[in-house]
T-cell receptor, first 116, second 115 residues
Framework: AQKVTQAQTEISVVEKEDVTLDCVYE???????LFWYKQPPSGELVFLIR??????QNEISGRYSWNFQKSTSSFNFTITASQVVDSAVYFC?????????????FGKGTKLSVIP | EAGVAQSPRYKIIEKRQSVAFWCNPI?????LYWYQQILGQGPKLLIQ????????DSQLPKDRFSAERLKGVDSTLKIQPAKLEDSAVYLC?????????????FGPGTRLTVL
C-alpha cells in the first residue's frame, strides 16, 4: 500500500524564521515520484517540485529546499527566511504506477502560518 | 497558457438533491482527474480519464457519483442524490500524458456544501 504521512498538522513561525515541513512515505514500488504542492487560501493546488526515486540529490530553488533520503523514506521541505506569502497548506504526495494508472496519493497536509 | 477551469466555484444544496460540476482542462492535456478533498485532508482521487476513456474509477462511489468526458476535452462530475458526507472541495486536474509521472495541474475547485 502507498501512504504519505505529514505528522505536523499546523506550524506557526514568525516572519524570517526558517521552517521545515516533514514528509514520510511508504511504497513497495522501486520507481516512484514525490511531489510537494502548495494550497493557498484561494484553494488551487500549486505544483512546487517533483523528485524521482533514483535521484537523491537535494534541490534548492530560491528560499525553498528539499531533502530526499531514501534510507528514511523522507522528503522534507525547508523554507528559509519565511514570508507572510508562504502561509498556506502544503501537501506532500507520491505517485506510483498501479494497474495502468498513475495516482497521486497525498498526505493530510501541513498548515503553515507565517506571522508578521 | 490558460489553467484548468472549473465551475461553479461554490454550491450549496440540500441532501438528496443533485449537483453537477464542470471542468475544462489545459489545452492539449490528454489526462483528466477528479479529486475529492474533505476539510482537513489531502485530495483523494475519484476518477481518471485518458482522452474520453476511463482509466481508473475504483474510488468513485458509483451508486451516486458519475462522470463523463465527452470528446476528450471537458468533463462533468455529477452527484445524485447528494449526502451530507459529500460536502467537500472537488478538484479537477489535468496532465499532459498518461503513462508518465508528469505533474498534475489543478483547477481552483468547487466547494460543495450539503445541508
Amino acid at each position: 500500500a502507498q501512504k504519505v504521512t505529514q505528522a505536523q498538522t499546523e506550524i506557526s513561525v514568525v516572519e524570517k524564521e526558517d521552517v521545515t515541513l516533514d514528509c514520510v512515505y511508504e511504497t513497495r514500488d522501486t520507481t516512484y515520484y514525490l511531489f510537494w504542492y502548495k494550497q493557498p487560501p484561494s484553494g488551487e493546488l500549486v505544483f512546487l517540485i517533483r523528485r524521482n526515486s533514483f535521484d537523491e540529490q537535494n534541490e534548492i530553488s530560491g528560499r525553498y529546499s528539499w531533502n530526499f533520503q531514501k534510507s528514511t523514506s523522507s522528503f522534507n521541505f525547508t523554507i528559509t527566511a519565511s514570508q507572510v506569502v508562504d502561509s498556506a497548506v502544503y501537501f506532500c504526495a507520491l505517485i506510483y504506477s498501479g494497474a495502468g494508472s498513475y495516482q497521486l496519493t497525498f498526505g493530510k497536509g501541513t498548515k503553515l502560518s507565517v506571522i508578521p | 497558457e490558460a489553467g484548468v477551469a472549473q465551475s461553479p466555484r461554490y454550491k450549496i444544496i440540500e441532501k438528496r438533491q443533485s449537483v453537477a460540476f464542470w471542468c475544462n482542462p489545459i489545452s492539449g492535456h490528454a489526462t483528466l482527474y477528479w479529486y475529492q478533498q474533505i476539510l482537513g485532508q489531502g485530495p483523494k482521487l475519484l476518477i481518471q480519464f485518458q482522452n474520453n476513456g476511463v482509466v481508473d474509477d475504483s474510488q468513485l462511489p458509483k451508486d451516486r457519483f458519475s462522470a463523463e468526458r465527452l470528446k476528450g476535452v471537458d468533463s462533468t462530475l455529477k452527484i445524485q442524490p447528494a449526502k451530507l458526507e459529500d460536502s467537500a472541495v472537488y478538484l479537477c486536474a489535468s496532465s499532459l500524458l498518461l503513462g508518465s509521472y508528469n505533474e498534475q495541474f489543478f483547477g481552483p475547485g468547487t466547494r460543495l456544501t450539503v445541508l
